[in-house]
């Protein structure tokens, strides 16, 4: 069993829509951390958020975590092609602060 | 300040045979985690290093083990690969052990097993 479930776990658009991916759980986090990560490349952190119902915003992207700390979203506005790449999210669960929880990942492809 | 470098970029094996991978850490950083990505997928934690002791392992057999050296560096060692294996290792360099310690990732060294 997944702990955090990430959906779509695929997505191809046109430059210029909007989008939305999901990341959910049924348990509650402390913070969970959006990532983007490149072909041949690793994963590089865009964001923490560690408070219910906090909404960060990086240019283009808004990442929200649940009131409850078990969900967090990003949406990207007006997608462009340098947005290609797979977002992973992560997760340090409550009362467990050892361990990164990741999820599966949603790969997304803006076509031009 | 250097980044998290991985070697070798690309490696080639067969069923059997072992491997060594070598990361070397960001400056300044104590502790490194080795993951393990299948194409597509999110990274599945192998181990964690710090101050040259494994301090966390995921469900991942004996065959891969691993180092840390003084200066912060780390290897990750397969042996008798199997074609599962093949995959994205990736190291990340931290400045502690916890989970909300900022993980910094190198490229990656691509394992094919044949």
């Known amino acids: 069993t997944q702990l955090l479930e990430q959906s779509p776990q695929f997505l191809s658009i046109q430059e210029g829509e909007n989008l939305t991916v999901y990341c959910n759980s049924s348990?509650?986090?402390?913070?969970l951390q959006w990532y983007r990560q490149e072909p041949g490349e690793g994963p590089v952190l865009l964001v923490t958020?560690?408070?219910g119902g906090e909404v960060k915003k990086l240019k283009r992207l808004t990442f929200q975590f649940g009131d409850a700390r078990k969900d967090s979203s990003l949406h990207i506005t007006a997608a462009q092609p340098g947005d290609t790449g797979l977002y992973l999210c992560?997760?340090?669960?409550?009362?467990?602060?050892?361990?990164?929880?990741w999820g599966l990942g949603t790969s997304l492809a803006v076509n031009p | 300040e250097t980044g998290v470098t991985q070697s070798p970029t690309h490696l080639i094996k067969t069923r059997g045979q072992q491997v060594t991978l070598r990361c070397s850490s960001q400056?300044?950083?104590?502790?490194v985690s080795w993951y393990q990505q299948a194409l597509g997928q999110g990274p599945q934690f192998i181990f964690q290093?710090?101050?040259?002791?494994?301090?966390g392992r995921g469900n991942f057999p004996p065959r891969f083990s691993g180092l840390q050296f003084p200066n912060y560096s780390s290897e990750l060692n397969v042996n008798a690969l199997e074609l599962d294996d093949s995959a994205l290792y990736l190291c990340?360099?931290?400045?502690?052990?916890?989970?909300?310690?900022?993980?910094?990732f190198g490229p990656g060294t691509r394992l094919t097993v044949l």
């Open positions: 400056s300044g950083h104590n502790t």
């Open positions: 992560a997760g340090v669960r409550a009362g467990n602060n050892r361990k990164l929880i």
């Open positions: 348990s509650v986090f402390s913070s």
């Open positions: 290093y710090y101050r040259e002791e494994e301090n």
């Open positions: 958020v560690v408070t």
């Open positions: 990340a360099s931290s400045s502690g052990t916890s989970a909300y310690n900022e993980q910094f």
